[in-house]
């Protein structure tokens, strides 16, 4: 039997991608433990659960270490724990690659959608036709609903002004894109290996709240995605997987994708609304049988 395997379980851990200085707050802290009894395959029943607290210290000794998103703080306390440290991208890719500009450069995928650095910007795409006028104003780095605001753009220069200043004076932009109408959620799993191969699970089902966060996540049904839509996920994980091993990222990631109705009523499909370059709660299920991520480092 080989060595147990360490988990670092730092969901949250993108604060640390907007600010190294930055850490999770002691409310979010304390739902770590829920959260992680509900990571379903990732784990396994004999792996050692880290969280980072400082009674970790030795607890995983000799265990393989690995990380929800391997920050510098993440592989330190993986060290304290006494696990052993991963290969992990370098900082600054982390901090690209899971930042929104980052899938945005591939293409926008809904219509209007686009990056605002000023407030007249803001004001500017805010303007454009959506449906019933509202839109999404996004922070470059956010998690489970976090970073975001639903704005229109009589509210720019109104409720919303202060909210977009202090985003922009401390993120240095925003990701602007139409408010639609979200009929159902999928997801794609997958891993790129630090030689850029890169191996694919199956899509999924994903049920989330209305502000974006994560409920639960199964194995898409037959039918339940559209051939042309399975055929557009397929090409936006392909090209996210690409385009993470172009910019230095190995590792698990995940792509979110939406079916939304547009103002006729007809159905549309968003193939990429989010880029994951980390692990997240529906991966295991994803993967199911292929465990690329625990495969013994060379």
């Not at 690995?66 to 060290?79: C, D, M, Q, S, V």
């Not at 004076?169 to 139409?178: D, H, I, K, N």
């Not at 959620?185 to 630090?194: A, C, K, L, Q």
Request: glycine share 12%; hydrophobic share 40%; charged share 25%.
């Amino acid at each position: 039997m080989g060595a147990r395997t360490a988990w670092l379980l730092n969901l949250g851990a993108e604060v640390e991608l907007e600010d190294a200085r930055r850490t999770l707050g002691a409310e979010a802290r304390a739902r770590l433990p829920e959260l992680a009894g509900r990571l379903g395959a990732l784990v396994r029943p004999n792996d050692i659960l880290l969280f980072g607290a400082p009674d970790e210290v030795k607890r995983a000794e000799g265990a393989v270490g690995k990380a929800w998103l391997p920050t510098p703080r993440a592989l330190e306390a993986l060290a304290y724990a006494g696990a052993r440290v991963p290969t992990a991208p370098a900082y600054e890719a982390l901090r690209r690659v899971n930042d929104r500009r980052f899938s945005l450069a591939l293409g926008a995928t809904l219509p209007g959608q686009r990056t605002a650095t000023t407030l007249d910007e803001v004001r500017e795409a805010l303007a454009a036709p959506s449906l019933g006028g509202n839109w999404l104003l996004r922070r470059p780095h956010g998690f489970a609903g976090r970073g975001r605001r639903r704005a229109r753009v009589d509210e720019v220069l109104g409720a919303a002004r202060g909210w977009i200043e202090a985003s922009l004076r401390s993120f240095g932009a925003l990701v602007v894109e139409p408010w639609v109408e979200r009929v159902a959620d999928f997801g794609w799993h997958g891993f790129v290996s630090r030689e850029g191969r890169m191996s694919l699970g199956e899509p999924t089902w994903q049920e989330t709240a209305p502000d974006g966060t994560w409920l639960a996540t199964r194995p898409a049904k037959p039918g339940e995605i559209g051939r042309e839509e399975t055929a557009l996920l397929a090409q936006a994980v392909e090209q996210a997987g690409a385009a993470l091993a172009d910019a230095g990222y190995f590792g698990p990631f995940g792509v979110d994708a939406f079916r939304w109705r547009d103002g006729k009523g007809n159905l549309q499909f968003n193939p990429r609304c989010e880029i994951n370059a980390r692990y997240s709660m529906g991966w295991g299920i994803g993967m199911g049988e292929r465990r690329p991520d625990l495969d013994p480092e060379e």
